[in-house]
T-cell receptor, first 114, second 111 residues
């Protein structure tokens, strides 16, 4: 079991470009969560998805950010027209659902906007 | 809205010492509480998961307790080692399935 796979590990984008972050959940997990960790800050919830559905996006900025979890393939967090303030570590977690099993996190994608 | 606080923010101890990390939460309607470890520049490693119906969980030198009524959890590390140096995060799961994280305790164990 390869765990939660995130790629790329590091991503550098110039201001105004688009960033696409990918997350493949653990085998058997159908629930995906994205969190952001700004420098010297804690982890903040962004969005919770199940296959083809956004369940809770209350933590995601209203503009420039979007997320999807298609029927086939990884979950994608997309940031359009990146700004320097988007520089952060973005973590994906997955779970089988419910409250019995906890969350498994990936190693994160570190986005640097230059 | 759930808020999670961790005390202390940083802790430095000599090798071999037993230590306690504290986590408090405001919403007692918590389904479970999970402790994680984060090494610099790395992801989160799950250490222990305590269900709301449980009082404690143990794994090796780690023991975590949960007291819903007082809104507190503690992580006890026995016989600390330099390899335990990391940031320790607690996170509570409440309704809607989201995890709410504390700011973490940065632990340094000195040889």
């Amino acid at each position: 079991n390869a765990g939660v796979m995130q790629n790329p590990r590091h991503l550098v984008r110039r201001r105004g470009q688009e960033a696409r972050l990918r997350c493949s959940p653990m085998k058997g997990h159908s629930h995906v969560y994205w969190y952001r960790q700004l420098p010297e800050e804690g982890l903040k919830f962004m969005v919770y998805l199940q296959k083809e559905n956004i369940i809770d996006e209350s933590g995601m900025p209203k503009e420039r950010f979007s997320a999807e979890f298609p029927k086939e393939g990884p979950s994608i967090l997309r940031i359009q027209q990146v700004v320097r303030g988007d520089s952060a570590a973005y973590f994906c977690a997955s779970s089988p659902g419910g409250t019995l099993y906890g969350y498994t996190f990936g190693s994160g994608t570190r986005l640097t906007v230059v | 809205k759930q808020e999670v606080t961790q005390i202390p923010a940083a802790l430095s101890v000599p090798e071999g010492e037993n230590l306690v990390l504290n986590c408090s939460f405001t919403d007692s309607a918590i389904y479970n509480l999970q402790w994680f470890r984060q090494d610099p520049g790395k992801g989160l490693t799950s250490l222990l998961l305590i269900q709301s119906s449980q009082r404690e969980q143990t794994s090796g030198r780690l023991n975590a307790s949960l007291d819903k009524s007082s809104g507190r959890s503690t992580l006890y590390i026995a016989a600390s080692q330099p390899g335990d140096s990391a940031t320790y995060l607690c996170a509570g799961q409440t309704s809607g399935s989201r995890l709410t994280f504390g700011e973490g305790t940065q632990l340094t164990v000195n040889p």
